[in-house]
């Protein structure tokens, strides 16, 4: 009888042992199958859908892939504007004092995987989304424009670059490509000094861009060049993967 029981307690412990073991295994499995996803959604920058018969692509580039920057010109000092300024990780449009000078400010910005649209394809829409930032580096108060403030309006035009490549470790202001005025369009003031998130319509430089073959990107700079303005964006470098800059186009 003794000898019965220790076996069926012998039976029970190694039921226990291995219906813990295969708990243990799925726990391990989804959390690191969670941790995959979250990885993914993460880094992920490119999302094609098909929405209402129409192809949806939607563009997030990550810190390894992101193309965004900006360009600053001391006005009055003939020797600057060959910093490279990516290091910063902002997107700023500005006329401000800048080491106590004078100083202009663009942004570039570009998403290569823009060419996985057919240079044949129709595009029905084209929308840029922008994220403010919460702190800066470059320019610690903010934008300089929002309820209450006593500045002048900060909207920015957003045009097509067609003076050739870029990259962002090496563009300055002094080798920045050429840009055109053609179906810019424009980037309103921002309504608060902090956390400014915005879209703009760049339907019209899309389709160019993608008729001719030639994504050269954007360049963001004030609609008035003159002081005292500054508009700020998050770059792809953005810890929270959220104010990463994302442009979404619908084609057929």
Known sequence: ????????????????????????????AAENYATSVSAVN????????????????????GVTDGQDTYVSKIDNDPNDGNGNLNYLHELISSKFYYFGQLATQRSYIKFDSLNKVPATSKITSAILYLYGESSSLSFPAGNSYFPGSSNPENACLIQRVVGGNWNQSNITWNNKPAITEKNQDTIPPSTSQWNYNTSVDVTKLVQTMVQTGNNYGFCIRLVDETAYRILEFSTSEATNPALRPKLVIKYK
Do not use: D, H, Q, R
């Open 42 to 61: 993460e880094e992920s920058s490119v999302l094609l859908e098909m929405v209402a018969g129409a192809n949806k692509l939607t563009l997030k580039p």
């Open 1 to 28: 009888m003794m000898k019965k029981n220790s076996t069926y307690f012998s039976l029970l412990v190694f039921v226990s042992i291995l219906v813990a073991l295969l708990n243990s295994c799925k726990k391990e």
